[in-house]
């Protein structure tokens, strides 16, 4: 059975960096597409940005644009997502998902859920 599990959250001041890491285990992730989200309480997920675990080409919303980069790592069957500039309002709980497709635009549509989801890991962000 897939499982994503997510780390790497925490509490970070205004203006600082986190790396977050997706594992993922119980499969082989051969041409899956793996993405990261995030979401508050009541409020809609946003897309961050996805990554083809075989291709390596990538992805990006808007939300984090020009403040996020997703890599991964094959050996340790990692994606990674690196967040920079970090603002209070990027407070929140932060998801990895993956999806057999394999296509890093299908992760970026609104109407379209990933076959798998991890737990999720809590960014907060102080002034």
């Known amino acids: 059975q897939v499982k994503l599990v997510e780390s790497g959250g925490g509490l970070v001041q205004t203006g600082g960096s986190l790396k977050l890491s997706c594992a993922a285990s119980?499969?082989?992730?051969?041409?899956?597409?793996v993405g990261w989200f995030r979401r508050a309480p009541g409020k809609e997920r946003q897309f961050i940005a996805a990554?083809?675990?075989?291709?390596?080409?990538?992805y990006y919303g808007d939300s984090m644009k020009g403040r996020s980069t997703i890599s991964r790592d094959n050996a340790m069957s990692t994606v990674v997502l690196y967040l920079d500039n970090l603002k209070p309002e990027d407070t929140d709980v932060y998801y990895c998902?993956?999806?057999?497709?394999?296509?890093?635009?299908?992760?970026?549509?609104?109407?379209?859920?990933?076959?798998?989801w991890g737990q999720g890991t809590q960014v907060t962000v102080s002034s």
């Open positions: 119980g499969g082989t992730f051969n041409n899956y597409a």
């Open positions: 998902g993956a999806d057999v497709s394999g296509s890093v635009v299908f992760m970026g549509l609104e109407s379209q859920e990933p076959d798998y």
């Open positions: 990554i083809n675990w075989s291709r390596g080409n990538t």
